[in-house]
DNA sequence: GTACATTTGTGCGTATGTATG
DNA sequence: TCATACATACGCACAAATGTA
């Protein structure tokens, strides 16, 4: 699979789209280090701006962790403990303001579960942390 | 609130935290257009780059849309249908993949909510459309 | 501690394409 | 047609963070 710069998708869409067909795929595994953005630049032909704008896009998705002065890694997928949902409760899905992803300290590409429960209180959960249930 | 160069923190997740303000403060209202790229390049000293990554991370956090050739809006709040989560079934939030994202027509910033049933189906919503509900 | 290589962050110049008014 | 604004893409340079020798 290569990169077509002449193709209506943009460039830093199909870098994209290769890289997280490795990632999925497990050619690049979980906790280890993509190719450095000089490699990405060489090896696919392209500018580093693409490679940058590629990165940042997964790293929206959830897939990767970037660190500065060290390089982009791939996410663990975490273990997501169970959450009943209580009788008359209610629950939305959303990305976290600035201040939660700060206190809570969020990854990019980490959405919030907002729990409501019929008392009026709330609770929000990373949502990579937790999975809903409703008992039969 | 200025931008501080020298700070620790990048200059374009400043400029972002500033915007985010505006935002969630209500002194950038729903609908209404953010200034443009060179607005915001002049007004605080910054680089295109700073300016363009702070944009594409509030349009991640599905605080704002950008629309080419017309500018970027903050995004209104999306009114939510209910939906009754079954008796056994559970449910996670995550981020698209790419694939996702394209066939269900979702804008950046916008997590999904994947229901599994008991009998093993699952669900995909979009997450700015639903509320779960637990009847009590 | 110093020095160095590696990697990402930032800023800027340039160019072309696309969408809107 | 024209101006404006954003999208994509390449290049270069230097700053800042990290890790290692």
Do not use: C, W
């Amino acid at each position: 699979m290569t990169i077509d710069p002449r193709s209506h998708t943009p460039v830093y869409v199909q870098l994209a789209d290769l890289l997280r067909e490795q990632i999925e795929s497990g050619v690049l595994a979980a906790g280890s280090a993509l190719p450095s953005e000089a490699r990405l630049t060489q090896e696919h032909g392209v500018g580093r701006e693409a490679v940058r704008m590629a990165i940042s896009l997964l790293r929206s998705e959830g897939l990767v962790n970037t660190v500065r002065g060290h390089g982009s890694y791939v996410r663990e997928t975490p273990d997501r403990r169970q959450v009943e949902l209580a009788p008359g409760a209610s629950v939305i899905a959303r990305m976290p303001s600035g201040g939660e992803r700060r206190s809570m300290q969020l990854n990019e590409g980490v959405p919030v579960l907002e729990v409501r429960d019929p008392k009026g209180g709330t609770e929000v959960f990373a949502a990579d942390e937790v999975e809903l249930t409703r008992p039969a």
